[in-house]
């Protein structure tokens, strides 16, 4: 029933979508004036859902991102960058409207937010666009409007890229990762982070995924693309060469580092606190009232590091390494799970979403536990009153999606359909064939 009831209200918000309604997917759906109406990159969770079943709202949904690729332009190019910089906090027009102040409920104090750091909605965008065509097929809507997203947003991460001290590695400087505690190292609150693993590892897999969109038209029709696009061999060579040097930071143990010197920093009292306050998901605040940061802490908000195993396979990460030039031994990925698993406060309703995810396979206990918790977000109100702001859309498809893609182990890849269910504890089992019809792949 409750599945039911998160199936209702996504397509509830999304239903209506056609290639002539201009709209996006705001985070908190119709169903409240959480957010302003503002659209997050929140969409990521919800297009799997709708892709396997009614691609059609996901295509006209991303047509949304596309009508403001202009706006997005204009907003890189007042930066000082190329491509396209798409806003944390989407609004009508495309504009930024991510908010530059906080209110703290705790201490009745306005402070600082730099979210707008969050320079990974872009790279959210990309992989979705491309996720949609490799399920779909669909190469009217990438040559029409999947490639020019694709490059801009190429184009744009591939500008923020520099070179490191040694010259053999490409860094990416201040900016957030999805774990929205750290905007800035100890003392140094708002100026975003060094290497975010995620967001370099994704860049890395967006700059290959542009290289390839780029070569998908022929003949006439790829040299007025190009022509248009001002693209040329050049160009994609250093999307390629920054593709694979991008830096990703290690642990002294292997542990993936969540971003360069994370490691350096201090471990958290989670006991204590959770034995002072009982909900300490929003750490953000609860420092802040105490003169304290996040900022200085081995924590996180929601999954960060993590969130990379939560859209690729273990063989697509294995390919992405090591194009990367690093070698990601077996071992290191448990390690790395386990790591961020006790170090995050789940202040997100996105976040139980992903760690469920992340656990279905190695231990399906402790998922099924925390995708009840996941249903349950709005059910229950366990944030404590913003439910009532509006329903947290990407949570509801995050949890109707595992169902179909996690523990149903449905996937699209590499041209073909993938069936590799994982059903949780006490869950009836029938015979199952896996092999299917016409495909070039069976398991």
């Given at each position: 029933?409750?599945?039911?009831?998160q199936?209702?209200?996504?397509?509830?918000?999304?239903?209506?979508?056609?290639?002539?309604?201009?709209?996006?997917?705001?985070?908190?759906?119709?169903?409240?004036?959480?957010?302003r109406?503002?659209?997050?990159w929140?969409?990521?969770?919800?297009?799997?859902?709708?892709?396997?079943?009614?691609p059609?709202?996901?295509?006209?949904l991303?047509?949304?991102?596309?009508r403001?690729?202009?706006?997005?332009?204009?907003?890189?190019?007042?930066?000082?960058?190329?491509?396209?910089?798409?806003?944390?906090?989407?609004?009508?027009?495309?504009?930024?409207?991510?908010?530059t102040?906080?209110?703290?409920?705790?201490?009745?104090?306005?402070?600082s937010?730099?979210?707008?750091?969050?320079?990974?909605?872009?790279?959210?965008?990309?992989?979705?666009?491309w996720?949609?065509?490799?399920?779909?097929?669909?190469i009217?809507?990438?040559?029409?409007?999947?490639?020019?997203?694709?490059?801009?947003?190429?184009?744009?991460?591939?500008?923020?890229?520099?070179?490191?001290?040694?010259?053999?590695?490409?860094?990416?400087?201040?900016?957030m990762?999805?774990?929205?505690?750290?905007d800035?190292?100890p003392?140094?609150?708002?100026?975003?982070?060094?290497?975010?693993?995620?967001?370099?590892?994704?860049?890395?897999?967006?700059?290959?995924?542009?290289?390839?969109?780029?070569?998908?038209?022929?003949?006439?029709?790829?040299?007025s693309?190009?022509?248009?696009l001002?693209?040329?061999?050049?160009?994609?060579?250093?999307?390629?060469?920054?593709?694979?040097?991008?830096?990703?930071?290690?642990?002294?143990?292997?542990?993936?580092?969540?971003?360069?010197?994370?490691?350096?920093?201090?471990?958290?009292?989670?006991?204590?606190?959770?034995?002072?306050?009982?909900?300490?998901?929003?750490?953000?605040?609860i420092?802040?009232?105490?003169?304290d940061?996040?900022?200085?802490?081995?924590?996180?908000?929601?999954?960060?590091?993590?969130m990379?195993?939560?859209?690729?396979?273990?063989?697509?990460?294995?390919?992405i390494?090591?194009?990367?030039?690093?070698?990601?031994?077996?071992?290191?990925?448990?390690?790395?799970?386990h790591?961020?698993?006790?170090?995050?406060?789940?202040?997100?309703?996105?976040?139980?979403?992903a760690?469920?995810?992340?656990?279905?396979?190695?231990?399906?206990?402790?998922?099924?536990?925390?995708?009840?918790?996941?249903l349950?977000?709005d059910?229950?109100?366990?944030?404590?009153?913003?439910?009532?702001?509006?329903?947290?859309?990407g949570?509801?498809?995050?949890t109707?999606?595992?169902?179909?893609?996690?523990?149903?182990?449905?996937?699209?890849?590499?041209?073909?359909?993938?069936?590799?269910?994982?059903?949780?504890?006490?869950?009836?089992?029938?015979?199952?064939?896996?092999?299917?019809?016409?495909?070039?792949?069976?398991?």
């Open positions: 029933m409750a599945l039911s009831l199936t209702f209200h996504v397509l509830t918000a999304t239903a209506a979508a056609s290639d002539d309604q201009d709209a996006g997917i705001p985070a908190r759906g119709l169903h409240g004036e959480g957010y109406g503002h659209i997050f929140d969409e990521l969770f919800v297009y799997p859902m709708l892709t396997l079943r009614r059609d709202l996901t295509r006209s991303l047509l949304y991102r596309f403001r690729l202009d706006a997005a332009r204009d907003a890189a190019r007042r930066a000082g960058f190329r491509g396209a910089m798409y806003p944390w906090q989407s609004g009508s027009d495309g504009r930024d409207e991510t908010p102040t906080l209110f703290n409920t705790r201490d009745g104090d306005w402070i937010d730099h979210s707008y750091r969050q320079r990974h909605v872009g790279l959210a965008i990309a992989y979705s666009v996720r949609y065509y490799q399920t779909t097929g669909d009217d809507f990438l040559t029409r409007y999947g490639i020019e997203l694709l490059v801009e947003i190429a184009r744009f991460f591939a500008s923020l890229a520099t070179p490191d001290e040694t010259g053999n590695r490409f860094s990416i400087d201040s900016v990762g999805p774990d929205e505690f750290h800035g190292y003392g140094n609150s708002g100026g975003g982070v060094r290497n975010n693993a995620y967001t370099n590892i994704l860049a890395a897999w967006v700059l290959a995924r542009a290289i390839e969109a780029a070569e998908v038209p022929t003949g006439g029709d790829r040299e693309l190009w022509n248009r001002g693209m040329d061999e050049a160009e994609l060579n250093s999307w390629d060469a920054i593709s694979r040097r991008l830096t990703v930071v290690f642990h002294s143990d292997g542990v993936i580092s969540q971003f360069e010197g994370y490691e350096k920093l201090k471990e958290f009292d989670w006991e204590g606190y959770q034995a002072r306050y009982g909900n300490i998901g929003r750490l953000d605040l420092l802040q009232s105490e003169g940061s996040t900022n200085n802490y081995r924590l996180s908000k929601q999954a960060d590091v993590l990379i195993f939560y859209l690729f396979s273990a063989e697509e990460l294995q390919d390494f090591d194009r990367l030039g690093y070698h990601l031994r077996p071992q290191q990925i448990p390690r790395t799970v790591f961020y698993l006790s170090r995050t406060s789940h202040g997100s309703t996105l976040s139980r979403v760690h469920s995810w992340v656990l279905a396979r190695s231990n399906r206990r402790k998922s099924w536990s925390l995708f009840r918790q996941a349950d977000s059910l229950d109100d366990t944030q404590g009153g913003t439910t009532a702001e509006g329903i947290h859309l949570a509801m498809a995050g109707v999606d595992m169902v179909l893609r996690c523990y149903g182990g449905v996937e699209t890849r590499d041209g073909a359909l993938w069936l590799h269910p994982v059903l949780p504890p006490g869950t009836a089992r029938c015979p199952l064939s896996t092999a299917v019809p016409g495909s070039a792949h069976q398991r």
